[in-house]
């Protein structure tokens, strides 16, 4: 099985190599934690680094079952040092140890080892995890596979256009196994499996309690909402006025266990002129937009909020942080805060219409600050598309990181 190159994310393990501090990745389920960490060691046995200094425990697998217990976890650790060399040691699916921060930071306190950690359930990587290893830690926010990786784990793009390309991208799944798979039927049917998982296993025991049904039906309207401003009162009004009773607290509980399992992320609003975040309201996007799939029906594609949905996730990958914009009564699809600065954004599939292109300039029009502002469309674009400072990107080429490039 080729394993595809995850650049971005392995540059973040070489950074911080050597470095005192413990390495976190957290994702979602199957985003390919386990397959970085087997190039970050492949890497390592190329550079001189001995099979004997790298230790790797997957805490999923029952052979590792008794190092579920913290103390018994570290007394394995322990007894596999090498005097006089470091260890790196990997530790795959970290929050099925209870009380895991134990034996963490007693890992730590050594200067002979250098500590990697993963773990899916949201919980582990949200607050709880600044409270436990506060000012010790590093953390890599890892995604399903980006379009750009996408391409390279399909040879490239080289067989496909790249609308083609993309049309397969959102419909067989971002999920890397996905692309070892033999057909559309047994994607989906994996997809089932990853979601199912999650939902029960990650979301429900998270919370505790809960209906799996109303889960799934809060999961449901999500996805067939992707890229309109959504409340908890909407949701539990929409499900009550279905035949399922139910309050706005509970549905906010659902809604932060969703987000939790890093299944579902939450766009907030950001007004632009007040320079402040709107509490009323949000976007909700998936993880991996064919998971849309498996609760709406393939005939409400709704592929510009699906295009919308993978612009997202390109953003969260390239900024600190990635907004709803509100300026007066005018809304920006995105705003986002990186190493570079501010950037504004609208996503559209086509703007060839007149009528069209003007409702979507408008918005950005209106802002008068120097800040970058794009235009992302699936239209083909032959020259430089400027409107007063606007610039039109074709976004298959922008998603491929080659967005100044002729189509």
């Known amino acids: 099985m080729k394993l ?16 005192h501090l413990i390495k976190v990745v957290s994702g979602v389920r199957r985003c390919g934690k386990s397959t970085l960490f087997s190039l970050y060691r492949e890497y390592l046995a190329a550079h001189d680094v001995e099979a004997g200094q790298i230790l790797s425990i997957n805490l999923e697998d029952l052979a ?5 217990d913290y103390h018994a976890l570290y007394q394995y650790v322990l007894d596999r040092l090498q005097p006089g060399r470091k260890t790196y040691i990997f530790l795959d699916e970290i929050q099925q140890v209870h009380h895991f921060e134990k034996a963490v930071d007693s890992l730590f306190l050594r200067d002979d080892v250098d500590l990697y950690l993963t773990g899916s359930n949201g919980w582990f990587m949200s607050g709880e995890l600044a409270t436990l290893l506060s000012g010790r830690y590093v953390e890599l926010h890892m995604l399903p596979l980006s379009f750009a990786e996408f391409a390279e784990g399909c040879g490239g793009g080289k ?3 790249l609308p083609a390309l993309y049309d397969r991208y959102v419909r067989q799944s971002a999920f890397p196994y996905a692309l070892q798979l033999p057909n559309g039927t047994a994607i989906l049917e994996y997809l089932r499996g990853i979601c199912s998982t999650i939902l029960l296993k990650d979301v429900l025991q998270r919370l505790g309690s809960g209906d799996p049904a109303v889960l799934e039906r809060i999961m449901k309207y999500l996805a067939a909402n992707i890229g309109s401003l959504i409340s908890p009162h909407k949701i539990a009004n929409s499900l009550t006025s279905s035949g399922r009773k139910i309050d706005n607290k509970t549905v906010e509980r659902y809604l932060q266990g969703l987000k939790d399992s890093l299944t579902v992320y939450q766009a907030d609003r950001f007004d632009v002129r007040g320079k402040g975040l709107l509490r009323i309201n949000a976007k909700y996007y998936l993880v991996d937009p064919a998971l849309r799939r498996l609760f709406v029906s393939d005939t409400e594609r709704d592929t510009g909020h699906v295009l919308e949905n993978v612009v997202y996730l390109e953003l969260l990958r390239r900024n600190d942080a990635v907004y709803v914009g509100q300026a007066g009564d005018g809304e920006i699809d995105f705003v986002t805060e990186g190493p570079g600065g501010r950037a504004y954004y609208q996503v559209a599939e086509s703007t060839l219409q007149p009528e069209v292109l003007a409702r979507e300039l408008k918005p950005l029009a209106a802002l008068h600050d ?4 794009y235009l992302l469309t699936l239209d083909e674009i032959t020259a430089e598309a400027d409107y ?3 610039r039109k990107r074709n976004v298959l080429r922008w998603l491929l990181g080659k967005e100044e490039t002729p189509y």
């Open 4 to 19: 595809i190159p995850r650049n971005d994310y392995m540059a973040f393990l070489l950074r911080h190599k050597d470095q």
């Open 64 to 68: 590792f079952e008794p190092l579920c």
């Open 159 to 161: 067989a496909a256009s």
């Open 370 to 373: 120097q800040y970058p502002k």
């Open 388 to 390: 007063q400072g606007i």
